[in-house]
């Protein structure tokens, strides 16, 4: 409790000194009296070019601490302070700032331009090394997404809340524990044969995404052609996923409070069936291998009427209703603070969220999150500025004796009669610390004890430090600027954990000589009364960065140039790894404008790696790229119909390193026992064995990458759309060839620059805005498209085509074909030899595709694929006056998962699930669709076929938001706008998987269950 009022403390602390630092009332303080400033009232009209008012349109003074909005007729008034800036903002056009000082008088009448298409303010996409490039003049494929779009998820983690959000990104949820199961993103599927995500930018640097609230983020772009991607080195080639935080903006200030609290409920759970239909069902599982029946009449009866789970003679044990709750918590509180002016600028956010756990007993499992991040520009001169941002990560977890995913585990496979969980019995053994739990001679663990004592404290920090300069050099030459910045990063992860053991009993019932029946208590776990915690320092990872470059920005007549030259170097250590991982892009990017419609770029890039020998340690990448903007050519000037339209292409070869391993170019020796000699081998020696012979010529991976592009802006701004063909080839993919070696060698043979890889595919996305008086909404989809071919792998020449790889997906399932059930679907006599155990009536049939009458190997053939053809994501935005309602949906269509969990396979002395009432059996259940079931490992049933595989696409209704804002538009409002709020996470799962998540088929069986939350919340901007 006092460190949790410590931590409380320090946080308050904080939150106060920021609060403070960005108040300009303290921050503007100085020793002396200051001579107050006039105040000068502004009155004017806001109109377009053409003479026509502008209303709505923002109207901010004195550095933000005063606002307002223009009125129907585009008129505003407002008090303004001597020297301040008049900072004036609307949709569609450009950002106009007035000064406004003493007898200079500002306009009656103040027009604004309308911003041109994808060159306005806000239209800057920020590529890697924070190079900034107008997305009209962009050649390749870069993709937003607003941070604002993420604020309305309860997902805790950040990578969740991009499915759906962007074309080209492919976010798969994952099974994970509480609050922690992180998805792995994509962008534009598969490259490679393995290790296919995307890397994740955080402000010029590689660091997980995850460690960010959505309220951190200004924007994320998606890099995704060789144009983008060259920027950032031998890492991107799989794509870039690039945020950039939020800085603050100058004459404006933003003061935003949010708290929302809700609760989770799993989306879907495993059912497994009680004590009395497992014993049914168990007798006839050995009546199936010729057995006698375990269990007698009246155990059954027993069961059947079992007192509950501390029935000592016939438990029935509902592990999940017992060992967990219904419901878990979800908190989430975040302040922001944004300003500046024209000297500097600066971001402060402040971020907390709380979730609670499932398990009902024991101390309830929580996590507590806290982050902090600042951004601070300052002119210091007019050529020179400095910039610098800090950012932290505090985590603390808190579980019991085992982790998430053994707990699950352990509800999955406790068979329901196997123990008792309290031992009720007047002559049970008694313990002085812990109750008396029953065990089983299977296992020897309790739940309810290996919950209730002991217990994991985790502690995970993070520190994220960016600084750097900025320098004008317009003296030297006019669009010359210059910019160098460093960073560090640290993350840290210590555990502090209490080892604690319950003893348990299992129970034996011996009938004596006169009939009467006995209990005996044999213990089956002894107890450990440890009460001592042992630390340990799970990971402690360190980053560094050091980076400059050069920028030339300069138009004259109708030529436009963007220019940059620099360095970027990466260090990552890692404990307990042989070698740092280290990278350097030394690069040269041209971006050339003529007549604002013809667009050239080249880029080029010398990349290194240390994980190559020396002297074949860097890599000449090279992208080119063009755009035309049609609709500029005088042939469009007069349609009604485009407002945009541009066609891109871009190609280029990148190098690839980050699936290599260090020193594959060397041979590997490691230590293999001792030999023993001399007399009564009393000597010995460390016997040393060759284990990799290393190959110096070894080369770097690399990728051919075409991109093929369309973007246009239809029906006065309503329609907006972009589609994209991508055509990839990696080659020269390092890899281990066996195929190409006698199996007499071994694994003594080299890596070599072997596989090959073809990706190609179509992303899409459109959306229709429309504003009918108070009425405003926008209806929007993305997708994409994307299919791969294993071109060249590790692989012999079969005689059978149907049994290679190449030619088929990287993701390809390969696997045997199910006919159905013996003694159902297909005859038993007369069928081929199945080789993989023993089966018979009632046990899957496979088919034979060499015709041997044998089922082995050589029967294998593509079954499925695990990978999504498509992904798509929709979504609807409804504004009526303060009405506001936000719904997002997300698609995977072309997957296929295995059900080859606890739940989908009941055979052995294992757990039954629900699913083993639809068994087949030749008399109890002729019509059953699952195998019969047996008391062996089920090695033929369960042999990798197309019967336990299931068509895993979904659609799912990720997150849905209705709200209501007040908006005070009055200069003397203490705030701008109020909005309530109500959201959902995962409200609904279509798919033909029923049971499970089809997307997370583990959880809720060996980790925790996808959550459905709802929320309601409040926001607040000052």
Do not use: C
């Amino acid at each position: 409790m006092k460190k949790n009022s410590k931590i409380t403390y320090q946080l308050s602390m904080i939150m106060i000194f920021a609060i403070l630092f960005t108040n300009p009332v303290f921050a503007q303080k100085g020793k002396g009296k200051r001579a107050k400033k006039a105040i000068i009232e502004v009155a004017s009209v806001l109109t377009n070019e053409a003479g026509m008012p502008i209303k709505d349109a923002l109207v901010v003074a004195n550095e933000g601490a005063n606002q307002i909005y223009t009125d129907e007729k585009g008129a505003f008034s407002l008090k303004v302070s001597e020297g301040s800036v008049l900072l004036i903002e609307a949709f569609g056009y450009e950002t106009k700032m007035i000064n406004v000082n003493t007898g200079e008088v500002v306009p009656s009448q103040i027009s604004l331009a309308v911003a041109p298409v994808y060159m306005g303010q806000k239209d800057r996409v920020t590529l890697p090394m924070e190079v900034q490039e107008y997305r009209r003049n962009i050649v390749g494929a870069v993709t937003t997404i607003q941070g604002a779009q993420l604020e309305s998820q309860l997902e805790p983690e950040l990578s969740n809340t991009l499915q759906g959000q962007g074309m080209g990104l492919i976010a798969r949820t994952n099974t994970g524990g509480m609050a922690n199961n992180p998805a792995s993103l994509f962008l534009r599927g598969l490259h490679r044969d393995g290790q296919n995500e995307a890397i994740t930018v955080v402000d010029g640097i590689e660091r997980p995404i995850d460690d960010l609230m959505a309220e951190e983020i200004e924007t994320i772009e998606l890099l995704k052609d060789a144009t983008a991607k060259i920027l950032y080195g031998p890492r991107a080639a799989n794509g870039v996923i690039y945020v950039t935080t939020k800085k603050g903006t100058s004459h404006k200030k933003e003061i935003n409070v949010s708290l929302d609290y809700g609760i989770g409920t799993p989306s879907r759970m495993p059912e497994f069936l009680d004590s009395y239909n497992y014993a049914v069902l168990y007798n006839e599982a050995r009546k199936n291998d010729g057995l006698v029946p375990y269990y007698t009449d009246a155990d059954i009866q027993g069961y059947q009427n079992s007192k509950g789970p501390n029935d000592l003679l016939y438990p029935n044990v509902d592990a999940y209703n017992y060992y967990l709750r219904d419901n878990v918590n979800y908190t989430k509180a975040t302040t922001e603070f944004m300003g500046g002016n024209d000297a500097s600028q600066y971001a402060v956010v402040l971020g907390y969220l709380g979730y609670s756990g499932l398990q009902d007993v024991g101390a309830q499992p929580a996590k507590n999150r806290f982050n902090i991040r600042g951004n601070l520009n300052v002119k210091i001169t007019d050529a020179v500025s400095a910039f610098m941002g800090v950012a932290g990560r505090i985590d603390y977890w808190k579980t019991g004796g085992i982790n998430h995913a053994e707990t699950f585990s352990r509800l999955s496979t406790h068979r329901p009669n196997e123990y008792p969980v309290f031992i009720e019995h007047e002559d049970a053994p008694v313990s002085k610390k812990f109750p008396t739990l029953g065990g089983s001679f299977d296992r020897a663990g309790n739940i309810y004890g290996a919950l209730a004592f002991g217990d994991t404290h985790e502690n995970y920090l993070n520190g994220q430090v960016n600084f750097g300069m900025k320098f004008n050099l317009d003296e030297l030459t006019k669009g010359l600027t210059a910019k160098t910045f460093i960073t560090f990063d640290n993350y840290f992860t210590g555990t502090r954990v209490l080892n604690q053991e319950a003893p348990t009993y299992a129970q034996r019932w011996i009938t004596g000589p006169s009939g009467q029946d006995s209990l005996i208590f044999v213990k089956t776990q002894t107890e450990n009364r440890n009460t001592d915690y042992t630390l340990s320092t799970s990971s402690n990872i360190r980053n560094s960065g050091i980076n400059g470059q050069f920028n030339y920005n300069r138009a004259f007549g109708g030529h436009s140039l963007n220019a940059d030259l620099g360095l970027m170097y990466f260090n990552k250590q890692v404990p307990g790894y042989d070698q740092d991982i280290t990278n350097s892009n030394s690069f040269l990017r041209a971006n050339y404008s003529y007549s604002n419609k013809y667009i050239a770029e080249l880029d080029l890039a010398l990349m290194g790696s240390n994980r190559f020998v020396e002297g074949n340690r860097t890599q000449m990448a090279y992208a080119i790229g063009a755009a035309w903007i049609m609709s500029e050519e005088t042939f469009m000037e007069q349609s009604d119909v485009v407002d945009f339209l541009k066609l891109k292409a871009s190609w280029g070869v990148l190098g690839y390193d980050a699936a290599t391993s260090h020193f594959l170019y060397e041979n590997r020796w490691y230590n293999n026992g001792n030999v023993s000699f001399a007399e009564r081998n009393t000597n010995g020696l460390t016997r040393t064995t060759l284990d990799l012979i290393g190959n110096p010529d070894l080369g770097w991976e690399k990728s051919r990458e075409l991109n093929i592009g369309v973007e246009a802006i239809l029906l006065q701004n309503k329609l907006s759309f972009t589609m994209n063909y991508f055509n990839e080839l990696r080659y020269d993919i390092i890899q281990k060839v066996s195929a190409e070696h006698s199996a007499i060698f071994g694994g003594l043979f080299p890596y070599y620059n072997w596989g090959k890889v073809k990706n190609s595919g179509i992303e899409a996305e459109i959306q229709w805005t429309e504003r009918k008086g108070d009425f405003e909404y926008s209806l929007g989809a993305n997708m994409i498209y994307v299919k791969n071919e294993l071109v060249k792998g590790n692989e012999v020449e079969y005689p059978d085509q149907y049994r290679s790889t190449i030619g088929l997906p990287t993701d390809a399932i390969m696997g045997y074909q199910s006919l159905g059930i013996y003694g159902k679907d297909v005859a038993l006599a007369g069928a081929p030899q199945q080789t993989f155990g023993k089966y018979g009536i009632g046990s899957l049939a496979y088919a034979d595709l060499n015709g041997d009458m044998v089922i082995d190997d050589r029967d294998r053939s593509q079954i499925g694929n695990n990978f999504p053809r498509t992904s798509l994501g929709v979504d609807v935005d409804l504004k009526y006056k303060g009405w506001g309602l936000y719904v997002l949906g997300t698609s995977e269509l072309g997957v296929d998962a295995w059900m080859d969990n606890a739940y989908f396979r009941n055979a052995g002395n294992g757990k039954y699930s629900v699913l083993a009432l639809d068994r087949y059996h030749p008399v109890n259940n002729p019509e059953g669709v699952s195998p019969a079931l047996t008391t062996t490992q089920a090695d033929n049933d369960f042999a990798g076929s197309d019967f336990w595989l299931v068509n895993s696409s979904f659609f799912r209704l990720k997150n849905i938001e209705l709200s209501y804002t007040f908006t005070f538009k009055e200069p003397t409002a203490v705030a701008k706008n109020i909005k309530v709020y109500t959201r959902g996470n995962n409200l609904l799962v279509l798919s033909k998987m029923k049971d499970l998540d089809p997307e997370a088929m583990n959880s809720g069986v060996n980790n925790y269950p996808v959550m459905t939350t709802v929320a309601a919340g409040v926001s607040v901007s000052f």
